[in-house]
């Protein structure tokens, strides 16, 4: 290019991996052209390099510019070098030795990120390689075998990287094409090295698709057109970096399937702009060189053709599916514990052990666990199992049934805590205190004329409606490829949606669920009749616990509908049963208890009267036998009676020898009758 104008103008030398490249004239023409814009000789750039791609060449170059300026044409050392890296290494070790003379260095397309240069402009070289893979995919979703074609250069490996890992593909970015195992070929940046090696590629018949990652095949055009039109038979899909006019040209002529680019020209514009950045900032002596680099990213240009029919389109709906089951599963084990517990409080309700714990809040706690447990069922509902109309409806039916069903079960319990509470708090001032029903029933209907109030606003203002969402990701044309069914108010038209009803009514359970927490926590040593308060200490801390670890967990999943019905159920679950089992398996054990020991001693007592009766009886009948008849004739006739008639003698001989008029009579009637129908027996 144009020789130094004046001694104050500013040299600044881009230094390209090889000059002949289109891709890096292109960057040297954007350097000269931004310096024209700048005008009255403020910088003049030079487009000096090696024709050939060879580390140690460009090195060498890097410090004659420094040492001897003179063989490249410059009267001075420049003031600024822009170079793209060929070896990190290599070049590195020369672009540490041209700052230490204290002259800024910039790198762009390719980097040397351990070096001392200052700025790197360019582009993401990773996500440079991650769209030639999704451009390959895009235009020839079939997938096979595919080989690439690179050079040895720290930016064209990352762009293998890149490339790589979008072929591989995930259940987001699905994929069928497998790399050969010989990819991939190095063509060291010649155009008939990489010509060559299509050939190669283009003779294996696994291969479907070739890839290089930059645009060297296509640098000669005859080469490549011949390519293209020798291996037409094998309708091989090409991908290339790099998009220089002579590649869109081919493009439009329909010579390649598709091409990534970057913007070298925009790199050159941006390297005469940092680097006189720079220089000026260093224009202050007493300012120390910063080795801080500034990353510059360039965009990138995608050019493809668009097929008249666009591939299926497939799209993960995230939905619950089978995961329904184990929300009935849960609802079933709730519903059937709560109706079966209300039973039993209903046959005894008479007990002592359950009218101290009053039947009716009992029963108030099963009603609640069910409602509560009920709240199971509108989370089954979606758009896979329902239609519009019932998601939407089980969509608001959600919130009636968790609230009232928490508010139903949980203001019973409280009240309970408050009333022990009160009569202990009294009790140690010495102090009568009465709470009646009403004192208890207070709390629980000013919590559900807050919460159904709250709810009626929600459902007639800013009803739940159930939307289907689209996740972050889409496939290879820009379509949604994975999305979530929710509830949400914000379609509605409503002002604020759902949120302001349910922090009201977050606030309102949450606040009675800290101060339930503190009066069970202060009457947690009160002894009561089976325990009762220690067991509502334990539910009350519980649900505290559950509330705070599982609800804000179960937020943080909402965009995952398995992970996050599987939390909801569980939590519901789990408050359900922690309730239930509490409260109602140590009265159920209580009552179980004393009634064997009722039993027990009912039968001991039985069991003593009977021995004081048979020891009685067998007194009087030894007696008898000893005084009646000593010869024994009395014995035997005594002996022929059976086991009842027996019994009745020896209680008619007990009367005589008790004087027991009337007992003594009434067992004669009872000998006669026998004795009557024993000789009616004999008639018949």
């Not at 003779?203 to 990652?213: G, L, Y």
């Not at 009716?360 to 706690?365: P, Y």
């Not at 209580?590 to 009267?609: V, W």
């Amino acid at each position: 290019m144009e020789t130094n104008k004046t001694d104050s103008t500013l040299q600044f030398v881009i230094i390209p991996k090889q000059t002949n490249d289109p891709f890096f004239y292109s960057a040297g023409l954007g350097c000269k052209s931004r310096s024209e814009q700048l005008g009255n000789n403020v910088v003049e750039c030079h487009y000096i390099g090696s024709s050939d791609a060879d580390a140690i060449e460009q090195a060498k170059i890097v410090k004659e510019l420094i040492i001897d300026p003179a063989k490249h044409n410059l009267t001075r050392p420049p003031d600024g070098i822009v170079i793209s890296v060929i070896d990190e290494d290599v070049t590195g070790e020369a672009i540490n030795f041209v700052v230490d003379f204290g002259i800024p260095v910039i790198t762009f397309d390719s980097d040397a990120p351990q070096s001392k240069r200052q700025a790197f402009i360019g582009t993401d070289n990773y996500m440079f390689g991650v769209e030639l893979g999704k451009l390959l995919n895009q235009v020839n979703p079939t997938g096979s075998y595919y080989g690439i074609i690179t050079s040895p250069s720290p930016n064209l490996q990352l762009r293998v990287d890149g490339l790589r890992k979008r072929l591989q593909g995930d259940y987001l970015e699905p994929t069928n094409w497998k790399e050969v195992d010989y990819s991939p070929l190095n063509c060291e940046m010649n155009t008939t090295l990489a010509i060559e090696q299509m050939y190669q590629y283009a003779s294996d018949p696994n291969i479907k698709a070739i890839v290089p990652v930059g645009g060297w095949p296509m640098f000669d055009e005859t080469l490549w057109m011949n390519f293209v039109e020798n291996t037409k038979s094998r309708i091989i899909t090409t991908v290339v970096a790099d998009a220089t006019s002579q590649q869109v040209e081919l493009m439009n002529r329909d010579y390649v399937n598709g091409l990534v680019g970057q913007m070298p020209h925009l790199m050159g514009n941006f390297s005469v702009d940092e680097m006189l950045r720079i220089v000026k900032r260093q224009s202050n002596k007493s300012e120390h060189m910063s080795y801080n680099a500034t990353i510059i990213k360039t965009p990138l240009v995608e050019i493809s053709r668009i097929p008249d029919i666009l591939p299926t389109h497939v799209v993960n709906l995230n939905q619950i599916g089978s995961y329904a089951i184990f929300g009935y599963v849960a609802f079933a084990i709730v519903a059937i514990s709560s109706i079966g517990v209300a039973i039993w409080v209903w046959f005894d309700r008479n007990t002592n052990i359950v009218r101290s714990s009053q039947p009716s809040f009992l029963l108030m706690i099963c009603a609640g666990t069910l409602i509560l447990g009920s709240s199971i069922i509108p989370l089954t509902f979606d758009d896979q199992n329902s239609n519009q109309e019932a998601a939407d409806i089980a969509c608001m039916s959600f919130p009636w049934l968790l609230f009232l069903g928490f508010t139903t079960a949980f203001a019973s319990l409280f009240s309970k805590t408050w009333r022990i509470h009160q009569i202990f708090k009294n009790a140690k001032s010495f102090r009568r205190v009465q709470v009646t029903p009403r004192d208890v029933l207070m709390p629980y209907i000013v919590l559900m004329v807050v919460n159904v109030i709250t709810l009626l606003c929600w459902t007639f203002i800013s009803p739940a409606k159930y939307v289907r969402l689209p996740l972050p990701g889409t496939d290879d044309w820009n379509r949604v490829i994975s999305s979530y069914g929710a509830c949400s108010s914000k379609h509605s038209g409503a002002y604020g949606g759902a949120l302001p009803y349910i922090i009201i009514l977050l606030c309102v359970s949450g606040t009675v669920l800290v101060i339930a927490n503190i009066y069970a926590y202060r009457s947690r040593d009160i002894q009561t009749d089976y325990a009762e308060s220690r067991y509502i200490a334990i539910i009350m801390s519980s649900i505290l616990q559950v509330s705070l670890i599982g609800f804000p967990v179960a937020a943080l999943v909402v965009t995952n509908p398995k992970a996050y019905f599987m939390i909801l159920v569980s939590l519901i679950f789990i408050i359900s049963m922690d309730i239930l089992c509490f409260v109602f398996i140590p009265k159920i054990f209580a009552i179980r208890t004393y009634r064997q020991s009722l039993i027990k001693e009912q039968g001991q007592n039985r069991n003593e009267s009977r021995f004081k009766v048979a020891k009685s009886k067998n007194n009087v009948k030894s007696g008898l036998k000893y005084s009646i008849n000593k010869n024994g004739l009395m014995n035997t006739k005594i002996d022929e009676l059976n086991v009842d008639e027996q019994e009745v003698f020896l209680d008619f001989l007990s009367c005589v020898t008790d004087s027991k008029e009337e007992e003594r009579k009434r067992l004669i009637q009872v000998l006669l009758d026998a004795n009557n129908n024993t000789k009616n027996d004999g008639k018949h």
